[in-house]
T-cell receptor, first 114, second 112 residues
Framework: DGGITQSPKYLFRKEGQNVTLSCEQN?????MYWYRQDPGQGLRLIYY???????QKGDIAEGYSVSREKKESFPLTVTSAQKNPTAFYLC?????????????FGPGTRLTVL | GENVEQHPSTLSVQEGDSAVIKCTYS??????FPWYKQELGKRPQLIID?????GEKKDQRIAVTLNKTAKHFSLHITETQPEDSAVYFC???????????FGSGTRLSIRP
């Protein structure tokens, strides 16, 4: 999992602003995922992508957007439409799909809305 | 829809004792079951996984068992140590699925 990086580690946002969280992997993995984790809670899937130029909504996609223009990159934008964005955001990747290969997580970005 | 239930939500054991965390899944087609450990403020990391063609897998002090008939799987940690304190997540997925379903997590505390 050392091949997945996320930046920044901490991010502060004012209400009404859009922010973009970066996720990069050099593992040559096809699939990438974004999860949200609230304090003391589990992992909730926001978006996932199994191949370049294609992505699907997860369980809590409202207020978020993604792109997958390159295999190694899967940025997440938290829009002003997301009413409660303060959380820990985790990016993950897997070689071909979760049913055959393990998901490896990045170090996370902690987003705080001021 | 697909669901993974995890119990207990919190677990406290004496150092040196064993800890057991249990999960049940709803989709009988699930065939891959990873377990992740997440220390405070850190990323989840895979500690062990099992596929549906085996019933048990061990890695030093950690073992996972799978009962396909009952649709449940368990994590066993023996001779617990302080560094085992963390949140543990179980998960399940199936062939050609596009995502993993995670359990809600178990916070394990090891008492000295």
């Amino acid at each position: 999992d050392g091949g997945i990086t996320q930046s920044p580690k901490y991010l502060f946002r004012k209400e009404g602003q859009n922010v973009t969280l970066s996720c990069e992997q050099n593992l040559n993995h096809d699939a990438m995922y974004w999860y949200r984790q609230d304090p003391g809670q589990g992992l909730r899937l926001i978006y996932y992508s199994q191949i370049v130029n294609d992505f699907q909504k997860g369980d809590i996609a409202e207020g978020y957007s993604v792109s997958r223009e390159k295999k190694e990159s899967f940025p997440l934008t938290v829009t002003s439409a997301q009413k409660n964005p303060t959380a820990f955001y985790l990016c993950a990747s897997s070689e071909s799909g979760p049913s055959t290969d393990t998901q490896y997580f990045g170090p996370g970005t902690r987003l705080t809305v001021l | 829809g697909e669901n993974v239930e995890q119990h207990p939500s919190t677990l406290s054991v004496q150092e040196g004792d064993s800890a057991v965390i249990k999960c049940t899944y709803s989709d009988s087609a699930s065939n891959y079951f990873p377990w992740y450990k997440q220390e405070l403020g850190k990323r989840p990391q895979l500690i062990i996984d099992i596929r549906s063609n085996v019933g048990e897998k061990k890695d030093q002090r950690i073992a996972v068992t799978l009962n396909k008939t009952a649709k449940h799987f368990s994590l066993h940690i023996t001779e617990t140590q302080p560094e085992d304190s963390a949140v543990y997540f179980c998960a399940a997925s199936k062939w050609r699925a596009s995502k993993i379903i995670f359990g809600s997590g178990t916070r394990l505390s090891i008492r000295p």
